[in-house]
């Protein structure tokens, strides 16, 4: 039975028991359901002799009537015989009582209401101290250490952060071989934080260490310190770190840190007391008088900016390890290892994926790999096959095919000239990322997408692969003003991005005529928002206006190199869309014959082939600067 529900019927049971006592103890103190009278009464009674028999209690008297065997009570003086002999001669059966006894029954009864409520409240307190509240428990750390009965993750489990295994390896080794680096000088480092993107392994790290390791971890979440009460947040981190040096050698992990750690003083209002108390609490126990030799803390956050800088110093953290999204190799050992457990059929090539998935996480990789396996057993195949990815890679990063979208004739044909202008641009310009593929089937907020394959991460670009990447954006609007004699607002989305990358190329990269300088200086925001919110200007207004026309002069030259490969090939952009409004998908092969004039293979259905395994095969897309419908709220391509 759930603890809980076990716990809920303990105490109505309690409860009912309780008030059954308490209505017995009220109904002997009373004498059950008798009817007050006052003496008046009573001896009027006796005088017309209805009353049988009564019972003198000290001053309490009960009776019962001759006729209708009803009981009665009142209250009467202490010493008052004439009532006796009233009674006696009118007949009456007298009884009395010792007073002894009645004195401990009615202690009895004044005191068992206040012994059982007494009761119940101890009963209370012990349920809520051996259970998993811990009611009175308020100061005690909750960090959990892990069990070596369950299932442990090792570095073999990780992949894509080899430099941040590494220094988490020499960690390790740190607290199995301490005295191998001391007889150098060298001194345990006492903390290291785990700074990266969402997603991207840092508590599985963490929990990795925690396989590596033959010493004891603790985990703990940075928002488990703080609480309702004043103070319980600094007594919770004594009492963390009270455990951890009873445990010695030993590693304590706190996740998402900056729940706790943020910067002191931030925030309207000053700062948040009970929280800085906390932190303040943390400083001391890391680096203070009291050393904690021994004990390691391993913490995790995405938000270092907002960190206090005491945390941070040489001597608390001692290391910062960057876990950052995986490159191309990274990204294909990521697969390798969450593809562990999937039946793989002969045609998945991992590098395919891993080159297609730029700036994915390895959370990103993962629910690919999961999504890919739930499309193979949907469709009831034996093994996951190339095409399963495919669909698992466009749902995540656009979400399902958007079949119950309805669109016109007209628009179908406005998505297929303007899908049509990006990929012809991108196919004859030079530095611009192969071509995967281009789709006019909806798909999250886009109604068409253009999709490039990038042969390898680029962690710096030039300025002729961003003026081609301006030019394939200009390449949709191109399009429908040749072909289609008009504008829409698909192309929202294209200028809005092409007007940002422009800007950049002038303010920040200096590619511009404005010479090697930055314009705009940015300024943070309140630091407990961590971003920044405002962009100071540090230029004059003629040199605002030289920045809007170098801007507008990069906007113009990619217009009208779009518009002279677009004029200059109507005869392929004609062909490509009439394509596109027959298939609804191209890929890189079938894109290459249309530009050399070729004539494609038959048409495939595109919805289900018969695949090896008898399920259905499905052509897919991946997202980059497609047409998006209204405004054009499509997916930022990674510039």
């Known amino acids: ?72 009570h009142t209250t009467i003086p202490a010493n008052y015989p004439d009532l006796y002999k009233t009674l006696h001669d009118k007949g009456v059966n007298i009884t009395i009582k010792d007073q002894n006894n009645s004195f401990w029954f009615a202690a009895l009864v004044q005191f068992l209401p206040m012994l059982l409520i007494l009761g119940v409240f101890l009963f209370f307190l012990r349920q809520m101290q051996s259970g998993g509240n811990k009611a009175m428990s308020f100061g005690k750390s909750r960090a959990r ?14 992949a894509g952060v080899d430099e941040a295994k590494e220094e988490l390896k020499e960690i390790i080794e740190f607290l199995r071989e301490a005295a191998k680096f001391q007889k150098l000088g060298g001194r345990i480092p006492k903390g290291v934080l785990l700074v990266g993107p969402p997603g991207t392994g840092k508590t599985l790290l963490a929990r990795a ?11 703990i979440s940075g928002s488990d310190f703080v609480e309702m009460f004043v103070g319980v947040g600094a007594s919770r981190v004594r009492d963390l770190f009270e455990q951890g040096k009873k445990n010695a050698p030993c590693i304590i992990f706190i996740d998402e840190i900056d729940a706790v750690g943020r910067h002191r003083g931030a925030g309207l209002g000053g700062g948040h007391d009970e929280r800085e108390q906390t932190l303040n609490q943390l400083l001391v126990e890391m680096d203070g008088f009291e050393s904690n030799e021994g004990v390691i803390l391993i913490a995790a956050t995405n938000r270092p900016d907002v960190l206090d800088p005491a945390l941070l110093r040489p001597g608390r953290f001692d290391r910062r390890v960057i876990v950052d999204r995986p490159d191309i190799r990274g990204r294909e050992e990521v697969l390798k290892v969450h593809s562990k457990k999937v039946p793989m059929a002969d045609d998945v090539n991992l590098n395919v994926l891993a080159r297609g998935t730029p700036g994915f996480s390895g959370a990103d990789l993962a629910n690919m790999v999961n999504e890919a396996a739930l499309t193979a057993a949907r469709y009831n195949r034996k093994a996951v096959h190339m095409y399963d990815f495919e669909i698992a890679k466009d749902k995540v990063l656009m979400g399902a095919e958007r079949k119950s979208m309805l669109l016109s004739d007209q628009e179908k044909k406005v ?11 991108s196919a004859l310009s030079e530095n611009s990322d192969p071509l995967h ?22 962690h710096t670009v030039t300025k002729g692969y961003l003026t081609s990447r301006l030019a394939m954006m200009m390449g949709g609007r191109c399009a429908e003003e040749i072909f289609l004699h008009e504008m829409t607002t698909g192309a929202g989305n294209d200028i809005e991005r092409a007007t940002e990358l422009a800007r950049k190329m002038v303010c920040e990269y200096g590619m511009s005529k404005m010479g090697p300088m930055t314009y705009g200086k940015k300024e943070g925001g309140e630091i407990f928002l961590g971003r920044e919110i405002t962009q100071h200007r540090d230029f004059s207004d003629s040199t605002a206006q030289a920045i809007d026309a170098e801007v507008k002069r990069f906007m113009d030259e990619a217009y009208t190199a779009a518009y002279n490969i677009l004029d200059n090939n109507q005869d392929i952009m004609h062909r490509m869309s009439a394509l596109l409004l027959e298939r609804e998908t191209l890929d890189a092969e079938e894109i290459k014959l249309i530009i050399a004039g070729k004539d494609l293979s038959p048409v495939r259905n595109s919805l289900s082939n018969s695949d090896p395994d008898g399920g259905e095969k499905q052509k897919v897309l991946k997202p980059e600067g497609g047409r998006a419908p209204g405004f054009g709220e499509g997916r930022p391509s990674p510039a």
């Open 1 to 72: 039975m759930n603890s809980t529900v076990k716990t809920v019927l303990i105490w109505v049971l309690m409860l009912g028991c309780l008030i059954s006592v308490w209505q017995f103890v009220s109904r002997s103190a009373t004498g059950g359901h008798d009817s007050a009278v006052s003496l008046s009464q009573m001896q009027d009674f006796a005088d017309k002799g209805k009353i049988s028999d009564v019972t003198v209690n000290g001053t309490d008297v009960t009776g019962h009537f001759k006729d209708s065997k009803e009981s009665f």
């Open 145 to 158: 250490l892990l069990s070596l009965q369950q299932k442990k993750v090792t570095f073999k489990d990780v």
């Open 209 to 219: 260490v925690a396989g590596e390791a033959n010493v004891p971890f603790f985990s």
């Open 415 to 425: 998505t297929a000239y303007h899908e049509a202008g990006h990929t012809l641009v």
């Open 437 to 458: 593929k281009v789709t006019i089937i909806p798909r999250g907020m886009a109604l068409g997408v253009t999709v490039y394959l990038p042969e390898e991460d680029q």
